[in-house]
């Protein structure tokens, strides 16, 4: 029943941006965290930045100072900006939602950073 979807996904130059969006059909205050992974090819599945509903945002050192995760409490929405984008930040990037009992994965959205 509960559905998460991505979108914003793309092709896109080195140093480029994106932004990539995801909603749950899930109510906000059943949500532990929400954020992002991503999956390059031969690699395993990552954690990129995860919002927690009582606490800061979890960035992978990879991405510091590049992406800004933000999250739609009220709407069960989260949304990362991704600047300054590089060869290895390719990858399927799949929304995460947490609630205490349950994980939920989407289906991802492919970004691909290439000349």
């Known amino acids: 029943q509960v559905r998460v979807v991505e979108s914003g996904g793309g092709l896109v130059q080195p140093g480029g941006s994106l932004r990539l969006s995801c909603a749950a059909t899930i109510n906000a205050g059943a949500i532990y965290a929400m954020g992002w992974y991503r999956q390059g090819p031969g690699k395993q599945r990552e954690l990129v930045a995860v919002?927690?509903?009582?606490?800061?945002?979890d960035y992978a050192d990879s991405v510091k100072g590049r992406f800004t995760l933000s999250r739609d409490n009220a709407k069960s929405e989260v949304y990362l900006q991704m600047n300054s984008l590089k060869t290895e930040d390719t990858a399927i990037y799949f929304c995460?939602?947490?609630?205490?009992?349950?994980?939920?994965w989407g289906q991802g959205t492919q970004v691909t950073v290439s000349a």
């Open positions: 995460y939602v947490r609630t205490w009992e349950e994980n939920y």
């Open positions: 919002a927690h509903t009582i606490r800061d945002t």
